[in-house]
């Protein structure tokens, strides 16, 4: 993290921020319904940095994207339409500006005094936000005086907004930022040993480019849902009618052989949870050994006693990445093993014993399921950024904000 220049260096580089104007990157891409946000969890997540420079006096311009508008103004996907979910967290006024630049938004700098902050219209409706044009940048740069960026979610696309900016601007990462860098450097970068790695989800072919850059980085890798099919055939399991991509049992047995070598231990289950159909409490439902799966079953669930030897696994690591669930756990009972597996590692976070980060979509939903979110150190609700940087990746917006 010392190689980002943060909040806390502001005054130092910058002098008093009073007066100057803050372009700040956050993410208002929130889940709506009939026009109202439903979930501002994003807002709140950067409301400390948006409090910190309003209080220090900075002229706020938040700067987001809004849905897939692809570079034309769209009067469904205005940012706007956040509008009341932001003031209402922030409890302050937010005045809406229906531009990103030029005379529009000078004129509105002119009239917010110190401390007051705007919102400027969806960035992605200008076709230069995309594309990364310099212009466009510069375009928008022209307003502001500074570059914080608060977006850890976006940071996977070098956009205008979430790359380009801090290039012609004297640039910061806003508090949400760093603290998820900071639980992300600790997770992965220099992580206490041994390391745990959950991955799980529907696929192997969603999660290849996850699997290779764990393979060389964890003591242990765990292999769950869907995608443990695809290992368990490679091995020349007989998965019956579960969902398995054959044509990559080949790339299942490469990456077991690099783990090999690595020294990394690959944990396939060895109990399953079977049924003839995929519903809720199906009557055909049942836990048998891997070995026994009939060829009209289908696995939807790691058993108990593989959930339970995974649980002493994480007993002796002192840190977990999770991704994906290890089981098809929207429908009962396919989720016992996850909400087994999220307890044991809520429970060994709690105790001091083990920094656990986690992210992805649905994997968020099965730890919130198990009761098991507030007691993870992290997790990263930021998607596909999330699983760029599993993969490895260095994200272009935070590459840009390295000094
Ligand atoms: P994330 O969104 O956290 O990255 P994924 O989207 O990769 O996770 O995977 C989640 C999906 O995988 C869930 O919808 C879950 O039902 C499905 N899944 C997990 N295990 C199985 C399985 N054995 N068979 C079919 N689908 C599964
Ligand atoms: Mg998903």
Redesign the pocket.
């Known amino acids: 993290m010392s190689s980002f220049r943060t909040l806390d260096d502001l005054e130092s580089e910058l002098g008093s921020v009073a007066g100057k104007v803050a372009l700040l990157r956050v993410d208002l891409n929130l889940p709506m319904h009939e026009g109202s946000v439903t979930d501002a969890t994003r807002i709140r997540a950067s409301a400390p940095t948006i409090l910190e420079l309003a209080d220090a006096g900075a002229k706020v311009l938040l700067l987001a994207h809004f849905g897939r508008p692809k570079g034309q103004r769209s009067s469904t996907l205005s940012v706007s339409m956040t509008l009341d979910a932001v003031e209402d967290v922030l409890g302050r006024e937010v005045m809406f500006v229906p531009e990103v630049g030029g005379p529009v938004v000078a004129q509105s700098v002119g009239i917010l005094g110190n401390g007051d902050i705007a919102m400027l219209e969806n960035t992605r409706f200008w076709p230069g936000e995309e594309a990364n044009d310099p212009e466009f940048a510069a375009f928008i740069a022209e307003n502001g005086d500074f570059y914080v960026n608060d977006a850890f979610s976006a940071a996977h696309r070098a956009h205008a907004s979430t790359e380009g900016l801090a290039h012609l601007l004297p640039s910061f990462a806003g508090h949400a930022m760093e603290s998820e860098l900071k639980a992300l450097e600790t997770a992965l970068d220099r992580p206490e040993k041994p390391v745990a790695a959950v991955v ?3 696929k192997v072919s ?2 290849l480019a996850v699997l290779e850059h764990l393979v060389g980085k964890v003591d242990h890798l765990i292999i769950g ?2 995608m443990a ?1 695809t290992f368990l055939a490679a091995r020349g399991v007989d998965v019956g009618a579960s ?1 398995c991509e054959h044509d990559l049992r080949d790339t299942a047995n490469r990456i077991m052989d690099v783990a090999d070598h690595a020294g990394c231990t690959v944990h396939l289950p060895y109990d399953v949870v079977v049924a003839t159909e995929f519903a809720a409490n199906p009557p055909s439902v049942r836990t048998c050994n891997v070995h026994e799966v009939a060829r009209n079953e289908m ?3 790691i058993g108990a006693a593989a959930a339970e030897t995974l649980g002493d696994v994480l007993k002796t690591c002192r840190t977990l990445v999770w ?3 290890l ?4 429908t009962e009972p396919f989720d016992a093993a996850t909400v087994a597996l999220a307890r044991t590692a809520a429970a060994l976070t709690a105790e001091g014993s083990l920094v656990s980060v986690a992210g ?4 968020v939903a099965a730890l919130n399921h198990a009761g098991a979110s507030d007691d993870f150190t992290y997790i990263s609700t930021a998607g596909g950024a999330f699983l760029e940087w599993m993969e490895g990746k260095t994200l272009p917006g935070v590459a840009a904000l390295r000094t």
């Open positions: 799980g989800g529907a969603s999660k849902g869907g099919n969902l696995i939807l669930d991704n994906g669930p089981g098809a756990f929207e992805g979509g649905d994997t």
